[in-house]
């Protein structure tokens, strides 16, 4: 019989339990002897590179004007160890200002590129939006007040953006 097609031990076989199973058959004996394919592998955090580069070709960064800037940031993300991007906007015109990575074991959102923070904090938070590469841009998600790794991009309270002060008139 093939491996692939042979009961596991203590699976009934015919309707009958096989003769290595006891009826109290806590596994931990079965298990350590167990030396075939892994059948559970542990889950790895998404990674959400790819989407956010896309974003950033196709929607933040577009066009000619912003070719350097473009390469400037897509070239952090190459070099970022980081699994995980997020996107800071000044509003709700979406326009770029900065690219965080976002380490949620940690929850920590440091800055690698841009104009913003160098960290940002849940409470510091307004919007958070989703891309969508099918049609090229961004939605606001209402549903949730945190953030999490289905977040591609946000946008901060505006009263943390520094505006310049204006300074002595020169007469």
């Avoid at 074991?105 to 904090?121: A, D, M, N, S």
């Avoid at 590469?133 to 946008?155: E, N, P, R, W, Y």
Wanted: hydrophobic share 30%; charged share 20%; proline share 5%.
């Amino acid at each position: 019989m093939a491996p692939q097609l042979m009961p596991r031990r203590g699976a009934a076989v015919g309707g009958v339990m096989s003769a290595s199973s006891s009826e109290n058959d806590s596994g931990s004996k079965d298990s350590e002897e167990y030396s075939g394919p892994k059948l559970f592998v542990k889950p790895t955090s998404k990674s959400n590179k790819n989407l956010i580069i896309n974003a950033i070709n196709h929607c933040c960064l577009a066009g000619g004007a912003n070719a350097e800037l473009k390469k400037t940031v897509l070239d952090e993300i190459n070099i970022s160890q980081s699994k995980h991007f997020l996107i800071l906007f000044r509003g709700a015109g979406l326009q770029y200002r900065a690219l965080y990575t976002y380490s949620p074991e940690r929850e920590l959102v440091l800055k690698i590129h841009g104009t913003g923070p160098r960290q940002v904090t849940n409470n510091m938070m307004d919007k958070y939006y989703k891309y969508n590469s099918g049609a090229k841009s961004f939605s606001c998600i209402q549903s949730t007040k945190h953030l999490s790794v289905s977040i591609d991009a946000f946008t901060i309270q505006s009263e943390l953006w520094k505006t310049k002060k204006p300074g002595p008139s020169k007469k």
